[in-house]
């Protein structure tokens, strides 16, 4: 693996799951401006849609770029894959599932939601019974990784159960893929999405959808958007290489930059292998220190973990947030409703190396704000435990 420089001219790093601390390279890669209809922007274009499909690796997929933030993707692919007599089932464990639900009631699909509170995984099972009762479901909708708790969802026997019961599935995959490995004989689906500034760790700019052919050629006209159509933006790619609007032509840039630097660190498997390095060290030392993980380890992602904050009085996010900022570190809030929490993200050009100093730069903010006692109070740990 090549050795991951440290953040140049005093830029902290981004414990955060996107946007994250891309590397030098990658940031380099948009001092250069790239005209839309040039040929060259568009072989990057190609040369970007193709590396995408080999790495899902499988070819009876295509890749539809979209520009704006992964949101703008994941409405554009619920609205351009159900068609509007369609019937989604939204599997919500945390924000995005929400979110999910959200943007389809916006744009008028009927929706059901299978509501599992903050953090508790969908199962098999349950997804295999509602399907069961109420056939008009024709699509599902599942969360990878949810980012709002850091829970990694068991999509293989998500996917089994929809597809054992006939039906279609659809992957918000935003925080997950190019980081956890996906296998569509696995987890199969018609359609995922992600976006540039997550595992593969370029810079924010466009989401992509990587989606069975033949559900891309049967999706014309099933878009609410004129601009969130992914078949139309396909059909644009396909005839004459360029995106259908202006591009983001130096996010573009830096993400092939990404996109290489992801190849030459070895793919999904090593990306994955350094992602759960960082996670482990960060867990093993956090909990050394008497903090608690939100999850049990068998649902603990590579992606960011959520710790509950300390009961000591003496605990403030706002003053935590500033002190590791001040040691380097830019963290992130919980995104809980029933418990007090914060999360720490590990994806991004860090290493296990950079964990450890994270540990330390925690241990050093707790003593500046007076936290003697990092465990949380037995009630929050409670409330914290998956059925
Ligand atoms: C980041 C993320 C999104 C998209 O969020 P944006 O802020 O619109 O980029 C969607 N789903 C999940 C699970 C995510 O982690």
């Known amino acids: 693996m090549p050795s991951l ?75 351009s894959f159900i068609p509007r007599g369609g019937v989604a089932l939204v599997l919500a464990n945390g924000a995005y599932g929400q979110r999910a639900a959200t943007a389809l009631r916006v744009m008028g699909r009927a929706v059901r939601v299978l509501d599992k509170g903050d953090f508790a995984p969908p199962r098999g099972a349950e997804v295999a019974a509602i399907l069961a009762d109420d056939p008009a479901i024709t699509h599902v909708v599942a969360i990878h990784c949810e980012t709002s708790s850091g829970i990694l969802n068991p999509l293989p026997e998500i996917a089994q159960a929809v597809d054992g019961a006939g039906r279609r599935l659809l992957v918000d995959s935003m925080s997950a893929f190019g980081g956890v490995p996906f296998d569509t004989t696995e987890i199969p689906c018609d359609a995922l999405v992600s976006s540039a500034n997550k595992c593969i760790e370029g810079v924010p700019g466009f989401g992509f959808v990587l989606a069975r052919r033949e559900v891309l050629e049967a999706a014309k006209g099933n878009a609410h958007s004129l601009a ?18 202006t591009p983001p032509t130096h996010t573009i840039a830096a993400f092939a930059e990404a996109l290489r630097l992801h190849e030459a660190e070895g793919g999904i498997p090593a990306r994955h292998a350094r992602y759960c390095a960082n996670r482990d060290t960060l867990v093993a030392g956090m909990r050394g220190l008497g903090f608690a993980t939100l999850l049990a380890d068998e649902w603990l992602s590579p992606i960011i973990t959520t710790f509950h904050a300390p009961a000591d009085p003496a605990f403030e996010f706002d003053a935590f947030y500033d002190a590791m900022k001040a040691r380097g570190f830019i963290i992130y809030p919980g995104k809980l409703t029933a418990v007090d929490s914060f999360r720490l993200g590990h994806i991004g050009q860090m290493d296990s190396a950079v964990m450890a100093r994270v540990v330390a730069a925690v241990a050093d903010s707790m003593a500046a704000l007076g936290v003697g006692d990092c465990r949380p109070a037995p009630a929050a740990l409670a409330a914290g435990e998956v059925a």
């Open 5 to 79: 420089e440290p953040p140049r001219m005093g830029e902290p790093y981004l414990l955060t799951p996107g946007p994250l601390t891309t590397s030098y390279a990658v940031k380099a890669a948009m001092l250069r401006d790239h005209g839309s209809w040039d040929s060259d922007f568009r072989a990057m274009t190609a040369d970007i849609r193709a590396r995408l499909v080999a790495l899902l690796g499988d070819p009876a997929f295509d890749c539809v770029p979209l520009q704006g933030s992964g949101s703008f993707a994941v409405e554009a692919m619920l609205g």
């Open 228 to 245: 969130l159509d992914i078949h139309a933006q396909w059909a644009e790619l396909e005839r004459s290489g360029q995106w259908r609007y």
